[in-house]
C-alpha cells in the first residue's frame, strides 16, 4: 500500500525558533496534502491543505504566517512552524489522498515540543 | 463548520465484552472512513462506507452507515486488549477533505 512518511518524528525546541517538519508520499505523487494538529487526548484538527504548485489553503482559526506550508513538489510538502511557543507543543500529522482516490494515507506524526 | 460526534468518549471494558462506538453528524457525508489510532503514531484506516444502508464487516468489526449518510456505528464482538486504542470517525468532503469526529478512546482489559 501507499506510504507516507513524515521527519523528524519528534523535536524539541526552544521558544521562539522555526522548526520544519517534512511530508513526502514515497511510492506515489500526491498533488493534495493535508496537515493535521493533535492535542493529547483529543482527535485530529485539519490546519491547512497543501496544493503542489500554489498556496496553501489554511482552516478557520489556523495562522498561515505562523504555519507556513510549501510543496514543492508530487511528493513532497513541508510544514514550519514559526516562533514557535510551548501551546504550538503537539503532534503534527499529514495525509495524502491517493489520486483517484477517496482513499487517504497518514504520515506517522510528529511529535513537537517547544520549551 | 461540519461537526461529527462520537459516543462514547472513553470506553473501559474487559476482554470479551461487545462494544458499540457512535458518530453523528447533521451532515452528508459522500463516504465515511473509521480509523484506529494507537498513541505516538498516525491513525490507520480500518474501512470506508459509501452507500446509505451498508454494513461492512472486518474480522470481528462491524460498521454500518446510516440510511441518510449522516452517521455511523462500530461494534465489536468479543473485544481483546489488542483492541485498545482511539477510534475515530472520519466523514469525507470535497477535494478529498476528511471532518475528524471528536474521538472514542477504548481500553480492553483483561
Known amino acids: 500500500g501507499a506510504v507516507v512518511s513524515q521527519h523528524p518524528s519528534r523535536v524539541i525546541c526552544k521558544s521562539g525558533t522555526s522548526v520544519k517538519i517534512e511530508c513526502r508520499s514515497l511510492?506515489?505523487?500526491?498533488?493534495?496534502m493535508f496537515w493535521y494538529r493533535q492535542f493529547p487526548k483529543q482527535s485530529l484538527m485539519l490546519m491547512a491543505t497543501?496544493?503542489?504548485?500554489?498556496?496553501?489553503?489554511?482552516e478557520q482559526g489556523v495562522e498561515k504566517d505562523k504555519f507556513l506550508i510549501n510543496h514543492a513538489s508530487l511528493t513532497l510538502s513541508t510544514l514550519t512552524v514559526t516562533s514557535a511557543h510551548p501551546e504550538d507543543s503537539s503532534f503534527y500529522i499529514c495525509?495524502?489522498?491517493?489520486?483517484?482516490?477517496?482513499?487517504?494515507?497518514f504520515g506517522p506524526g510528529t511529535r513537537l515540543l517547544v520549551l | 463548520t461540519q461537526l461529527l460526534e462520537q459516543s462514547p468518549q472513553f470506553l473501559s471494558i474487559q476482554e470479551g465484552e461487545n462494544l458499540t462506538v457512535y458518530c453523528n453528524s447533521s451532515?452528508?457525508?459522500?463516504?465515511l472512513q473509521w480509523y484506529r489510532q494507537e498513541p505516538g503514531e498516525g491513525p490507520v484506516l480500518l474501512v470506508t462506507?459509501?452507500?446509505?444502508?451498508e454494513v461492512k464487516k472486518l474480522k470481528r468489526l462491524t460498521f454500518q452507515f446510516g440510511d441518510a449518510r449522516k452517521d455511523s456505528s462500530l461494534h465489536i464482538t468479543a473485544a481483546q486488549p489488542g483492541d485498545t486504542g482511539l477510534y475515530l470517525c472520519?466523514?469525507?468532503?470535497?477535494?478529498?477533505?476528511?471532518?475528524f469526529g471528536t474521538g472514542t478512546r477504548l481500553q480492553v482489559t483483561l
Open positions: 472520519a466523514g469525507a468532503g470535497t477535494a478529498s477533505k476528511l471532518t
Open positions: 495525509s495524502a489522498p491517493s489520486e483517484g482516490q477517496e482513499t487517504q494515507y
Open positions: 451532515s452528508v457525508f459522500s463516504s
Open positions: 497543501s496544493n503542489e504548485g500554489s498556496k496553501a489553503t489554511y
Open positions: 511510492d506515489f505523487q500526491a498533488t493534495t
Open positions: 462506507v459509501v452507500t446509505g444502508g
